[in-house]
Nanobody
Framework: QAQLMESGGGSVQAGGSLRLSCGAS????????MAWFRQAPGKQREGVAAIFAAVGRSSYDMSVKGRFTVSQERNSVFLQMNSLTHEDTGIYYC??????????????????WGQGTQVTVSS
């Protein structure tokens, strides 16, 4: 059974950094479309970053471009978050899609999700 598990969330002051991890079992992340989403309190879930590691391509939402970096190593996906602001607060989810490149982006259909990890940024 395919599973994703996020870790690395926590509380940090504005301007700080966090690195989220997403470990996968039952599926391979490198030849897949993987993404990070987040959901802030009272808001809809939004896409943050997507990666198709097999072709070395990634994409970002404009709100995090230049501050966040998505990467893949072994069977995990990571999200390095720098220069965090209060607006980055939320639950962060890792997701897997079966689409192939070049159909991989934040609007792809993601079938497998992790349970989420909380990120809280205090201003």
């Amino acid at each position: 059974q395919a599973q994703l598990m996020e870790s690395g969330g926590g509380s940090v002051q504005a301007g700080g950094s966090l690195r989220l991890s997403c470990g996968a079992s039952g599926l391979s992340v490198r030849p897949a479309c993987m993404a990070w989403f987040r959901q802030a309190p009272g808001k809809q879930r939004e896409g943050v970053a997507a990666i198709f590691a097999a072709v070395g391509r990634s994409s970002y939402d404009m709100s995090v471009k230049g501050r966040f970096t998505v990467s893949q190593e072994r069977n995990s996906v990571f999200l390095q978050m720098n220069s965090l602001t209060h607006e980055d607060t939320g639950i962060y989810y890792c997701a897997y899609s079966g689409v192939t490149w070049p159909n991989c982006d934040l609007h792809s259909e993601f079938a497998t999700w992790g349970q989420g990890t909380q990120v809280t940024v205090s201003s």
